[in-house]
Nanobody, 124 residues
């Protein structure tokens, strides 16, 4: 069963913006924390951002703070990662993840459900 469906990746130039979406289409996860991670070729998966169920608590990695915005619309069961001022080093496969564990933050092992991943490529 597919729990999370991602969309919005693509190829852009440095300085451009993209918005990633992550939907729980069948509303099967109840209340969940949503995290965003990315994995560049040859590198470990790394934390990007996290947002609580209510949306009132967020956290970002320092590498994206001030450029990326994480949000969610629970009426649509969808989370978003708005990525602005993109840099070539942002190139990676981006994954959304979800868990009912309210304490989940930067550790990928706390997340139970993962999206399929979407490629983001930023050229200079």
């Amino acid at each position: 069963q597919v729990y999370l469906v991602e969309s919005g990746g693509g190829e852009v130039q440095a300085g451009d913006s993209l918005r990633l979406s992550c939907e729980n289409p069948r509303r099967t996860l109840g209340r969940f924390v949503m995290g965003w991670f990315r994995q560049a070729p040859g590198k470990e998966k790394e934390f990007v951002a996290v947002i609580s169920w209510s949306g009132t608590s967020t956290d970002m990695d320092d590498s994206v703070r001030g450029r990326f915005i994480v949000s969610r619309d629970n009426t649509k069961n969808t989370g978003y990662l708005q990525m602005n001022s993109l840099k070539p080093e942002d190139t990676a496969v981006y994954y959304c993840a979800a868990t009912p564990k309210f304490y989940a933050r930067t550790y990928s092992g706390h997340y139970d459900y993962w999206g399929q991943g979407t490629q983001v490529t930023v050229s200079s």
